[in-house]
């Protein structure tokens, strides 16, 4: 496993990471989630990520368990606040903020996140009301560092041009060589400011894996399959998507290696990515994805598949 700064923090993180979106606590039993959690840390993944908003709180709780008898240093942990919690409880005020860590931090059993994060942003509450209360929570040391996920160009710009604040360092975007638009205003703001990506859905809800085939129903054990998972899925399994997809397969096996990992190394040769986050229900998915880091693949290769999706892209 390889390791890369995030943005203008201190962390230094897995190229590779664990999420647990749809997994831990709602569709993973949890002696599943723990044995993935184990391989995790034996393949040198050492960034978790996961939200409150996650099972309404049960993600939290499950890795709460399962990291407890470990030392806090042996791993970095990042969670987010916004989604709704309750009736009443949901987005970025500064009540909501001091409260949802707290909340956080005593399902994950920890004193302190490395890393919190703005779900999405919310238009609802003043966006210097936002930061400063996120700068309160890491002051109070409660979180060591902010970041941020799909917000705009112009938000991201806005919260930089706040003084007295914590500054955000890292970015969670969708990205994969299906979906592309980071790419253009993003990214380039991001690297501008010392924030990096970490990378959500990198194998476009697992169809990148090449396991989904054009006309064919998915396999029983997959996402698509499951009633409790399969909701994200169902705008990459068009007939045109997943049969781009399988073209990719030859460039893969001319790499050496598989397609979920030519997906990944594909998310990994932009500098400023810092980390993908992949989901597991069996330990062998983070086996296969973890071996993309460090992996080296001419520029050509990528190329064509680029190619390849392109029309598809365009069309999503």
């Known amino acids: 496993m390889e390791y890369r700064k995030l943005g203008a923090s201190d962390l230094e993180v897995s190229e590779i990471s664990l999420g647990s979106w749809l997994t831990f606590g709602v569709g993973v039993q949890a002696d599943a989630a723990r044995a993935c959690v184990d391989r995790a840390f034996d393949l040198g993944i050492n960034f978790i990520d996961t939200a409150n908003v996650y099972g309404r709180g049960a993600a939290e709780t499950v890795l709460g368990e399962m990291l407890s008898a470990r030392p806090r240093d ?3 942990l990042a ?6 919690m309750s009736d009443t409880d949901q987005g970025l005020s500064r009540t909501q903020i001091l409260k949802q860590i707290d909340a956080s931090l005593k399902r994950l059993r920890t004193d302190f996140v490395d890393l919190y994060q703005c779900h999405r942003y919310d238009p609802n509450t003043p966006l210097e009301e936002t930061m400063e209360a996120l700068s309160e929570v890491v002051r109070a040391g409660k979180a060591r560092w902010i970041g941020f996920s799909e917000w705009s160009p112009e938000q991201i710009e806005a919260s930089f041009a706040i003084p007295g604040v914590e500054r955000f360092v890292s970015s969670q975007p969708q990205y994969s060589l299906l979906f592309r638009r980071p790419e253009k205003k993003v990214i380039p703001i991001s690297a501008a400011n010392g924030v990096s990506q970490i990378v959500w859905s990198p194998l476009a809800q697992g169809v990148l894996s090449g396991k989904y085939r054009p006309g064919a129903p998915p396999p029983s054990d997959s996402r698509a ?12 399994l068009s007939a045109e998507v997943l049969g781009a997809v399988q073209k990719l397969k030859p460039l893969a096996e001319e790499a050496g290696c598989s397609l979920s990992q030519f997906a990944l190394a ?8 810092a980390s993908a986050i992949v989901g597991a229900s069996r330990p062998e998915q983070l086996d296969e994805n973890a071996a993309a880091s460090g992996l080296k693949i001419g520029p050509a290769l990528f190329a064509k598949a680029e190619a390849i999706v392109a029309d598809v892209r365009r069309a999503a």
């Open 74 to 76: 042996s791993y970095i």
């Open 79 to 84: 969670t987010k606040v916004w989604g709704q």
């Open 225 to 236: 399959a499951s009633d409790a998972m399969s909701s994200p899925i169902q705008s990459w």
């Open 266 to 273: 594909w998310v990994l040769r932009e500098p400023n990515v």
